[in-house]
C-alpha cells in the first residue's frame, strides 16, 4: 500500500505533528514510527543522528508511503539531507515550517528550546537572522524534557519541575518561544503557565500546522490528496510497546487515542 504519510520522530514527541497533519487531512491514512530503541536523538553525533533517519525511512518506505514528514526537529536538521539522497519520495521536516511560523508572528526576542544536536547545529538561529532583521535569539538544550515527556511525565509534577529548571536559566525576555523539539508542545501548558508568572507575555510557535501545510500542498501537487474515505493511523515503535502507548497517549490528551501499537 502506497497511499500512506509516514511519520517518525525519536519517540512520542513527532504524535504533536501527526496531529496537525490529521487535523489538516482527515482522510488520510498515516504510518507513525516512534524510534523509542534509540531515543534520544538529541544527544547523539550529527552521523549517528543521520544513519537513524535513513533507517526510520527506509523501514516506512517498506511499508509502502506516497510522502513522508520527518517528525522530529533534530533528524530534520542531521537527517533531511540523507534521506532526500536515497528517497524516491517527498520529504518535509519541521525546521523551515517553524522558521516560517516566527517570521509570520512577528517574532523579535525568540527563545528556542530544542534538543543539543538542534542548538548546537546553528541552523535555526542562522535562518532566523537571515528571515528576521534584528532577531534576538536564545537557544537552550533541553533534554530533561525530552525524557520527561518520553517517560509519562508530560501532565505532573515532575514534568513541571524540569520545565521551570530549564526556564529559570534563561536571559532572554522572549516575545516568542519556539517548541522546536516536536516533544514539547507536551509541555505547552507549563511553559505558558511559567511565562505568566512572571508576566512576560509570549506567543508559543509550534512548526506543527506549518508542516501540516507543507503537506497538504505537496500532496495536492502531486494530485495524491486523499480527500475521501476513513482516515487511518497504524502506530509503530521499535521500542517498548506499553510505554509507548501510555506516553503517547498523554502526548496526544485525547485528540487521537492509541489503542495498539507493534514493534518495528
Ligand atoms: N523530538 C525530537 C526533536 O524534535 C528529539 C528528541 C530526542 O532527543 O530524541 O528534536
Do not use: W
Amino acid at each position: 500500500m502506497t497511499n500512506r504519510i509516514g511519520v517518525f520522530d525519536s519517540g512520542v514527541g513527532g504524535l504533536t505533528v501527526l496531529k496537525a497533519l490529521v487535523k489538516k487531512m482527515p482522510n488520510e491514512k498515516f504510518y507513525y514510527f516512534g524510534d523509542t530503541k534509540n531515543i534520544p536523538y538529541g544527544i547523539k553525533t550529527p552521523a549517528e543522528i543521520a544513519n537513524l533517519s535513513v533507517n526510520a525511512y527506509k523501514k516506512l518506505k517498506d511499508l509502502g508511503i506516497k510522502l513522508l514528514v520527518i517528525g522530529c526537529n533534530t533528524a530534520t536538521v542531521h537527517g533531511l539531507a540523507a534521506i532526500e539522497e536515497v528517497a524516491d519520495i517527498p520529504v518535509i521536516g519541521v525546521i523551515e515550517p517553524g522558521v516560517m511560523a516566527a517570521k509570520e508572528n512577528a517574532c523579535k526576542n525568540i527563545l528556542i528550546l530544542a534538543t543539543e544536536a538542534t542548538i548546537n547545529s546553528g541552523l535555526i538561529q542562522s535562518l532566523l537572522r537571515k528571515e528576521i532583521q534584528d532577531v534576538s535569539i536564545e537557544g537552550v538544550g533541553a533534554p530533561d524534557m525530552v525524557l520527561a515527556v518520553e517517560n509519562g511525565n508530560s501532565k505532573n509534577e515532575k514534568g513541571k519541575e524540569v520545565v521551570d529548571r530549564y526556564l529559570n536559566e534563561i536571559e532572554i525576555s522572549p516575545d516568542c518561544v519556539m517548541l522546536s523539539c516536536t516533544h514539547f508542545p507536551a509541555l505547552e501548558d507549563f511553559i505558558v503557565n511559567y511565562f505568566d508568572s512572571i508576566n512576560n507575555p509570549i506567543k508559543i510557535i509550534n512548526p506543527a500546522e506549518k508542516a501540516a501545510e507543507l503537506a497538504f500542498d505537496r500532496l495536492m501537487e502531486m494530485e495524491q490528496l486523499e480527500t475521501k474515505g476513513e482516515g487511518e493511523i497504524d502506530y509503530f515503535t521499535s521500542g517498548d510497546l506499553d510505554k509507548f502507548i501510555n506516553s503517547g497517549n498523554l502526548v496526544l490528551s485525547g485528540d487521537l487515542i492509541i489503542e495498539r501499537a507493534r514493534n518495528l
